[in-house]
């Protein structure tokens, strides 16, 4: 009959409990499903600590003298096991006091769900699965092996929403005092995403003694944020003030709290009060668009510069030959594979393989070129719709080898680490280093191609052939091999291609396919034979996909934009940079 | 010089130019060109490599539009017609032939087609396709074949005819047209001294009754013509007259000859 | 040339009236609308009338195969009929073929009615599943036949002739606009991609129950299908031998030879491609939509670029610029994949990659053009004759002559 009350109690706190973490959870953010799902888990592990308000409010009390007695980690840490959750709230804090270098990670561990104990002995414990399905479990405070056990010989220590709050904002102030400025940004932003009252003291001590300014902005947002709720209206503009431009989601979402909380509230001060911070939304919502559409150029750069890789060699062979070479969609999968091959050749130093396979892919695909011109392009030579059908076949022919040999999956290249990362511009906007990486590269490959042309003799005779082939060859120059050697150029250039992608996509045997048509149309909207034609054409084409993108989503994105080229050509069908004059017609 | 009667139109040149400029790429290939031809008139026109001599034909028949200037044909019926306004086709139909420099003649079909695909009206898709060859059509190709002396080689293939012949064919396509302007580039290119004699009396009998410009290096050829003569350099008119005349003016000379 | 000759070697085909005149001095052809109506005759009757473990049956996998092959030859047709004929290289005929075959699909669809999985009436399963309360504008009038009959020819037929007039009006030509049609078809499989498009998206359309009422699944209905099939191939051969020999014809062949010289000429090049660029592309719609009955599916994958290049193929591989080459060309490059996919899936992309080299670099004319060059002892294909000489094989291909109304 006990029971059966008790588990009624249970029912009621047990919802009433939601809403009440539910409430606390917004004022930090908005849960996600994860959270949600957590939220649950822990309010039915919960129940006890709730239906037992009056119980436990007693033994909090007889708890806490004894808690502030102890001193050491080891004596506060083994309270936890039989602690509910107001106790282990204050033994946390407790700990955190601690002068002691294990009070952070003993700390993290517990937020992570990772600290057990030892049912039998009351030990606590980190778990390790072995290959025996038992755990190892290691002691927590010493670190020595206390042997194995089945899952269900340990338990974990619980934790709650509320303590999860507390404990991240714990583990915050203990961070913010490290000597690692990464750390202590990381901890600023915690302390921001959890900005309450009780924090403040903490937050004017941490920005007293900050010394990176950064990390001081950020804290002095938090500050603000708290401010926003003050009672006096000097502190409350000032709050607003400080708000002004703040980029970090908390400050615009707190502003906006605070406009709806003082709407019903119609007193002079804070109607002015409201407008002003109206007027920040207004600003900060403009820097946010602001910062949409540098993302959004950024992205249309970085998928350009990839673009331009992969059309640069295309335009160079149909400005110079007149060919269009539908196999070079597989001289830049083959750049790809050569990057993988190279990185199993070396397999520990990712970063290494990467500048060796450049060269590497450029020979490979390269002299694939040169084959191709030699043996099949060569005699199709002032016919371009059957040359475009032999390489189309070649391209199937070069898919289907790949298939054979690597298989049809798609294989794994390795991301250096000095690639990957971000670069902070402002608190709205992270951009990716491989991009810029990736826009540098084609940048300098493009740079270098435009030396070769303008200032080698090869550059010399090429441009001679692309301008007048009859005179050029009247001249003594080899036009079968400058044709070779620009097919062999192009494609060489597309295995570049192939190494760049190689940092973004998959690298399978379709991967050329995916680029080929984008690469045509860059070609056909920014003209033959004239580098600057292929840039403008790919930047602008990468950029209109990624500016149509957030507006229409993706696959629409490409078919407008597609479209739109497809109408371009009406209005000038040799494209933006095309030779005029009476050569180029016949 | 053998002026015909005027059919029409007494003194209302036939062709205009004024003031006609083109440029490509900042190479002025015509630089403010006038010429007139008047009714029935033959000219040939002469000048050296880049005068602007085929981008001239280019304006006249629509294939370029030219940056400033104006382009009149006076036609049978719609009178003063601004040529800049249509396109290659329409320019065509309006009664202006052109033979090119290369002899273009559709190499895979034989002459008799060629001949028939010239021959005037049943420009329209839906008449082509449903177009039947009357006696009276076929006939009109006989007769052109006799006088392109191309009679015997009616059903072989153009792409088989020597260069002579091509030109000759091109000729007869020309005629077949029935246009009241012939444009003509270098039409004794790759002829015997005798083929080029023929081709000159030819073009005499046409200007009878149409009115022609002949482009061509071949000055023995011009001399055959017996017409008006107007040397183009540099995309503008440089001297006009009798052919003896030009070639005494030490301009002329001096283009030809290099300063 | 042996046109007139051919008359005289052939009374029977003046008492065939208007075709006979077509036909005249075509053995090629002949032989194949012969052939063409004994194989619609003769499946269909060994298909119904012997049973299985008979020698003469005719399976209905290979009935059904074979219709599906038909419907390729006409496809091809239609391709050969502006590459071959005008030099048009549309690397976009599958988009066209597509197209017949939703217009087609979603009549079948519209027949399903209530005997879909979530027996809707109204809505086909697709659309009850993704929540689509009433049938979009565009799916109106495809529960009748006449309808989506008209819509086979006329989607195609307004697609191609909205492109087309962009196309031709601004002198896109050669590779220029192999490439943009190339895109025009990629565009679009993109868009049938998207389920909110209203065409089953990723799926397609399938599950499909009857048509005009008779079951997809029966033997008559395949056998009528079948036929249906061989009568639009002699169809479309029989008009595309009217254009090409026609006047019209001339004048797209020197279109395709000098572009230039056809306009100086006085004909207005833009409207001859675009006449036969919208003939082609309602060709090919109808190949679709016999198509989709045959094999019971359609889905974005047809407009797949690598599908529209390999129709172009089995023109090359049978001979461009004569038509009865492109039939031959799609039956047996496709009787070839079938085989080889089946037998050695993997060496398949390797021929059909050889086979675009080899027919670019060795048969420019296809198998029509060398034996014929073959026979008149031109170049070096002649010693490859000498292999044919003495068998059937010679006496196959008549010189077809599509410049013969003299």
Redo the contacts between chains.
């Keep these: 009959m006990k029971r059966i009350i008790t588990s009624l109690i249970c029912i009621f706190a047990f919802s009433s409990g939601v809403q009440a973490n539910a409430k606390s959870d917004n004022l930090i953010k908005p849960p996600g499903f994860a959270d949600a799902i957590e939220t649950l888990a822990l309010a039915n592990t919960g129940n006890s600590e709730l239906s037992q308000p009056k119980i436990e409010s007693e033994k909090n009390n007889s708890q806490s003298t004894l808690i502030s007695s102890i001193k050491s980690l080891d004596e506060l840490a083994g309270q936890l096991i039989t602690a509910d959750y107001v106790t282990k709230k204050e033994i946390i804090r407790n700990i955190a006091t601690l002068k002691d270098s294990r009070a952070l990670p003993f700390i993290e561990s517990i937020l992570q769900g990772e600290l057990f104990y030892i049912k039998k002995s009351d030990q606590l414990v980190y778990r390790q699965l072995l290959d025996n399905k038992k755990y190892l479990a290691v002691s927590a405070l010493n670190g020595s092996e206390l042997g194995e056990f089945k899952k269900r010989k340990l338990k974990k220590i619980g934790i709650n929403n509320n303590l999860r709050g507390e404990m991240k904002t714990i583990i915050a102030t203990l961070k913010i005092t490290s000597t690692d400025p990464i750390l202590r940004e990381h901890a600023a932003l915690e302390i921001l995403k959890g900005a309450n009252e009780n924090t403040l003291t903490l937050i004017d001590l941490a920005i007293s003694k900050e010394t990176d300014s950064s990390i001081n902005e950020i804290l002095m947002t938090a500050q603000a944020i708290i401010h926003l709720k003050s009672v006096d209206p000097l502190k409350r503009i000032d709050a607003i003030k400080s708000l002004e431009d703040s980029l970090y989601v908390e400050s615009r979402n707190a502003l906006m709290l605070f406009i709806n909380e003082n709407k019903l509230n119609n007193s002079e001060t804070s109607k002015e009060e409201i407008t002003y911070a109206q007027e920040t939304v207004n600003g900060i919502d403009k820097l946010v668009t602001l910062n949409n559409v540098a993302e959004n150029i950024y992205f249309g750069v970085s998928l350009g510069s990839v673009l331009l890789l992969a059309a640069i060699g295309l335009a160079i062979t149909?400005g110079v030959m007149g060919v269009?070479n539908m196999a070079h969609g597989e001289m830049i999968m083959l750049g790809a594979y050569t990057t993988f091959v190279i990185q199993q050749l070396m397999p520990n130093h990712a970063g290494l393989s990467l500048i060796v396979a450049i060269p590497a892919a450029f020979l490979v695909s390269g002299l694939m070129g040169v084959l191709i011109e030699r043996t099949?392009i060569r005699?199709?030579y002032g016919?371009?719709?059957?040359?475009?059908?032999?390489t189309?076949?070649?391209?199937?022919?070069?898919?289907?080898?790949v298939?054979?040999i690597f298989g049809p999956l798609n294989q794994d290249v390795l991301t250096p680490s000095w690639m990957a990362g971000t670069f902070t511009v402002n608190a709205g906007l992270e951009l990716t280093f491989n991009r810029l990486y990736i826009i540098i590269f084609s940048l300098l490959v493009l740079a270098t191609l435009a030396v070769v042309l303008k200032k080698t003799l090869f550059g010399l005779q090429m441009r001679a052939v692309t301008m007048n082939r009859p005179m050029a060859s009247s001249m003594g120059i080899r036009t079968g091999w400058v044709d070779a050697l620009t097919f062999g150029l192009g494609s060489g250039i597309a295995g570049i291609a192939g190494v760049a992608l190689s940092q973004l996509t998959n690298v399978g045997p379709n991967l050329g396919q995916a680029y080929i048509?984008d690469s045509?149309?860059v070609v056909?909207f920014g003209g033959v034979g004239n580098l600057w034609g292929t840039l403008v054409g790919a930047m602008s084409l990468g950029i209109a996909n990624k500016v149509f993108e957030p507006m229409a989503g993706a696959?629409?994105a490409?078919?407008i934009v597609?479209?739109a080229?497809?109408?371009f050509?009406?209005?000038r069908?040799?494209g933006l940079f095309a030779?005029?004059?009476?050569a180029v017609e016949d | 010089m053998s002026l015909a009667i005027p059919k029409h139109l007494e003194n209302a040149p036939i062709l205009y130019l004024d003031g006609v400029s083109v440029s490509f790429d900042g190479f002025k290939a015509l630089n403010n060109l006038s010429l007139c031809i008047e009714p029935g008139e033959m000219r040939a026109i002469i000048g050296p490599n880049g005068a602007g001599k085929t981008t001239m034909m280019d304006v006249i028949t629509g294939k370029t539009r030219p940056d400033t200037g104006t382009v009149l044909f006076n036609h049978k019926e719609l009178n003063e017609l601004d040529l800049t306004q249509y396109d290659e086709a329409e320019v065509a139909n309006l009664g202006v032939g052109r033979k090119f420099q290369k002899p273009s003649v559709i190499e895979t079909l034989t002459v008799f087609e060629n001949l028939e695909l010239a021959q005037k009206g049943g420009r329209g898709v839906w008449q082509a396709l449903m177009h039947t060859l009357t006696n009276e059509k076929k006939q009109k190709i006989q007769n052109t074949l006799e006088l392109i002396a191309l009679q015997d080689k009616a059903q072989d293939l153009a792409a088989n005819l020597s260069h002579g012949q091509k030109q000759w064919l091109e000729i007869g396509m020309l005629i077949s047209q029935e246009p009241e302007l012939l444009l003509i580039d270098e039409p004794a290119a790759g002829m015997t001294d005798e083929e080029t004699m023929k081709t000159a009396e030819l073009f005499k009998t046409l200007a009878k009754n149409h009115s022609l410009v002949v482009v061509e290096h071949d000055m023995d050829f011009i001399a055959a013509l017996d017409c008006k003569v107007t040397v183009l350099n540099e995309g503008s008119v440089l001297a006009e007259g009798s052919l003896a005349s030009v070639q005494k003016n030490q301009q002329v000379i001096d283009v030809y000859l290099g300063r | 040339m042996s046109t007139l000759h051919n008359t005289s070697e052939n009374p029977k085909a003046l008492k065939l009236g208007p075709i006979g005149t077509l036909l005249m001095g075509d053995k090629g052809g002949q032989r194949l609308i012969m052939a063409l109506i004994a194989v619609a005759i003769i499946f269909p009757f060994c298909n119904l009338v012997f049973s299985e473990g008979s020698f003469l049956h005719v399976s209905t996998y290979t009935l059904t195969l074979t219709g599906k092959y038909l419907c390729y030859a006409l496809l091809a047709l239609s391709v050969d009929l502006i590459w071959g004929y005008c030099g048009i290289l549309s690397l976009g005929h599958g988009a066209f073929f597509a197209l017949g075959g939703y217009a087609m699909g979603m009549y079948l669809m519209r027949q399903i009615g209530d005997r879909g999985v979530y027996g809707n009436a109204e809505l086909p399963d697709f659309m009850v599943f993704l929540d689509w309360k009433e049938l979009p504008w565009y799916w109106f009038g495809f529960d009748q036949f006449w309808f989506a009959s008209i819509m086979v020819l006329v989607v195609p037929g307004i697609l191609a002739f909205v492109f087309g007039w962009l196309a031709f009006r601004s002198r896109v030509t050669g590779v220029y606009l192999s490439i943009i049609t190339q895109a025009l078809t990629y565009a679009l499989m993109l868009a049938f991609f998207r389920n909110d498009m209203g065409f089953g998206g990723n799926n397609g359309l399938t599950d499909f129950k009857d048509i005009l009422g008779f079951d997809l699944q029966s033997n008559t209905t395949r056998c009528a299908l079948f036929i249906a099939s061989a009568l639009a191939v002699i169809l479309g051969y029989l008009i595309s031998r009217f254009i090409t020999t026609s006047k019209l014809g001339r004048v797209l062949v020197s279109i395709r030879d000098a572009e230039m010289r056809t306009r100086f000429l006085g004909y207005k090049v833009e409207y001859y491609k675009l006449f036969v660029f919208v003939v082609s592309a309602m060709m090919a719609g109808v190949a679709g939509a016999l198509y989709v009955p045959q094999v019971g599916i359609i889905n974005p994958g047809e407009f797949t670029p690598i599908y529209s290049i390999e129709i172009i193929i089995w023109v090359a591989i049978g001979g461009r610029g004569t038509l009865f080459g492109a039939v031959i060309g799609a039956i047996a490059v496709n009787y070839a994949k079938t085989y080889f996919t089946g037998a050695f899936a993997e060496l398949w992309l390797f021929m059909l990659g050889g086979l675009f080299v080899m027919a670019t670099l060795y048969l420019p004319k296809g198998i029509v053009g060398f034996i014929e060059d073959a026979k008149q002892g031109n170049g070096t294909s002649n010693r490859f004759y000498l292999l044919f000489k003495n068998t059937p094989f010679s006496k196959w291909f008549s010189k077809q002559s599509s410049k013969g109304s003299v």
């Excluded at chain 1, 016919?383 to 032999?390: F, G, M, Q, S, V």
């Excluded at chain 1, 076949?393 to 289907?400: M, P």
């Design positions: 149909f269009i099949v005699h199709l016919r371009p719709l059957e040359t475009l059908l032999a189309f076949g070649i391209s199937l022919v070069l898919q289907q080898a298939r054979s048509i045509f149309m056909v696959v629409l490409k078919i597609l479209v080229i497809i109408l050509i009406q209005k069908p040799r030779l005029k004059g009476r």
